[in-house]
Each structure stands twice: as C-alpha cells, then as structure tokens.
C-alpha cells in the first residue's frame, strides 16, 4: 500500500481527490488533511498567510500518524506566490516537519510539465491578473515559455469551487493558444479530476490541471507508476520524471 499525504486548503474541490484515488487502483490511498485557509481571497497578502509554515505544519502530524509516504502542499497561489527561492523553502521546511518527502502544487507543475514534454504553455487561471502572472513568473523561472495567460478574475476558492464542466470548458477554450504544447490549469479550488479527458479531446493537447498534477507528483515522491488514461497524458507517460 502507498499513502500519499495532502494538504489541502478549506473546502472547494477536495472531492476531485476521492474521486482520482479511485482511478489509480486499490492499493494506493490519498489521504487529505484541511489546512486553515485564513481569510478566502486570491490577494498576495493573504495567500502568503495561508502558505506560511504554521499552517502547514499544523496538519502534518495528522498525516505522519496516518502512515503517509510522502505530502504535497495541495495549492498551488499559496506556494508561487512565494517566488521560486521561498516556494523552495516552503517546500524543505515541509518535509523537516513532516519527516518525509515534500513538494507543492507548483512544483508538481514544473515537473509535469516537464513530463509531457512540452517546451511552450498556455495558462488558464481563475486568479485575478496580478496572481496569475506571477504563476507565469514561476514557470518562466525554470525556463518554461509561456505564450499566454488568461485570467477570470475570481477572488475566492469559494466561487472557484462552484464551477461546473460547462464553465472549466469554457475556461480551457478561451485560454488555449495555438502555439501551446500543453494548457495548465493551476487552482486546486476547481473540479478538474472528471473532466480531463473531455478537456484534452476538446483542445487536442495535453491539459495539466492542479489536483491531477498534486497527486501525480505524490506518487512521483513516492516512486510510483501508475497509468491512468482517465487521468489524462500525464498518467499515460512513463518513466516518471526524476529529480
């Protein structure tokens, strides 16, 4: 059995993950464990404050006693946010805490990315503009081109998570750009995990959503492989990626 360890913030699409432990099979077990999210607004003051160390570090001891093998830091705002130096610390500050291998939502997109060997990206974000250029700063800081952003402009993971299919579709076909290898979706607050054939038909491309790219670097911690073709290109690759 492999444990995979989450840290998710509030309640808007921690369902996706009950949903994606079904499709890897049965002896791999997600376990999810809900961090204060503090105030609920994509505002760089505010995420810095829900991705500080106590925070973290208070669900960690939840996991470790659930017997996980490795915890990612299930948001993806709450880590760029920090910039590439302090997503890094966030990260090694985790797993001292923690007392296993760590990563985040950010990461788990830079090596994705990686794995679907794709060089250029569009971004799709539900993030106001400022928020989701400095995800496009973060890619860019591990030499990823980005060729486009769009950003929705929602402030709260509250109204994020109240999206359906018709409104994450709509959001990948406004977002797409031509010269794109791979569309990435970066909020963990949207319902992504039924979706991601559907998406990956619509646009013809690999499409890298947060939850799905959270828990594929999970089990990438954890020397897993698993294909998942209802998951996407990303769990049909093989070898995972190694760093």
Known sequence: ???????????????????????????IRVDLVHTDIGEDAHRVDALLEMGSAGRLAAGVQELR????????????SGSF?????????????LAQTAGMPAS????????????????RVAI??????????????????????VVSVNSSG???AAEVGTWGEAELLALAQNSDHPDADALLL?????????????????????????NQVTVWEALRLADRRVNAP??????TREPIVQV
Do not use: N
């Open 1 to 27: 059995m492999t444990a995979l360890g989450f840290l998710y913030p509030g309640h808007s699409a921690e369902d996706d993950y009950p949903r994606i432990e079904q499709l890897l099979g049965s002896d």
């Open 104 to 119: 985040s939502t950010s990461f788990a997109f830079l090596h994705a990315v990686r794995e679907v060997e794709a060089r």
């Open 186 to 210: 970066p909020d963990t607050a949207l319902h992504t995990a039924a979706h991601i054939p559907a998406l990956e038909k619509q646009l013809g491309k690999p499409v890298l959503t947060a």
């Open 230 to 235: 209802e998951l996407g290109a990303l769990f």
């Open 124 to 145: 799709g974000a539900t993030y106001p503009e400022d928020v989701a250029r400095l995800f496009a700063e973060f890619l860019r800081s591990d030499g990823i081109e």
């Open 154 to 156: 929602i402030i709260t």
């Open 65 to 76: 006693h659930a017997g996980a093998d490795a915890v990612v830091w299930a948001c993806t």
């Open 81 to 93: 946010v920090y910039g590439r130096d302090g997503a890094q610390e966030q990260v090694r500050a």
